[in-house]
């Protein structure tokens, strides 16, 4: 069972940064595919960026790509989301999920099977 705690969210202005972390137990970490998703009440959870367990792919949202970066740190079992240029439609609870199935490329939130309690992130103009 891998349990998964996020940190790092906050309130900035327009144009700042968060760099949103996830430390994960219970599992192996480096066989772990990572994903950062986001949820505003009443919406559907959306992808964000993933991380494949070799740490050798990354895939990006559209909103994402250009702006933010995603790492892991396989000695710290930590996944991490660099927020740059951050705008305020990017306010959110932003979620670490984890699939130990060894399955890359997925957006869907279905095939995450461990969940972070979420961090919220408020961006204001």
């Known amino acids: 069972q891998v349990q998964l705690v996020e940190s790092g969210g906050g309130a900035v202005q327009t144009g700042g940064s968060l760099r949103l972390s996830c430390a994960a137990s219970?599992?192996?970490?480096?066989?772990?595919?990572m994903a950062w998703f986001r949820q505003v009440l009443g919406n559907e959870r959306e992808f964000v960026a993933s991380i494949s367990w070799s740490g050798k792919n990354r895939d990006y949202s559209d909103s994402a790509r250009g702006r933010w970066a995603i790492s892991r740190d396989d000695a710290k079992n930590s996944v991490y989301l660099q927020m740059d240029s951050l705008k305020p439609e990017d306010t959110a609870v932003y979620y670490c999920?984890?699939?130990?199935?060894?399955?890359?490329?997925?957006?869907?939130?279905?095939?995450?099977?461990?969940w972070g309690q979420g961090t919220k992130v408020t961006v204001s103009s």
């Open positions: 219970g599992g192996t970490f480096s066989e772990l595919t």
């Open positions: 999920a984890a699939d130990d199935r060894r399955h890359y490329g997925s957006r869907s939130f279905l095939e995450f099977d461990y």
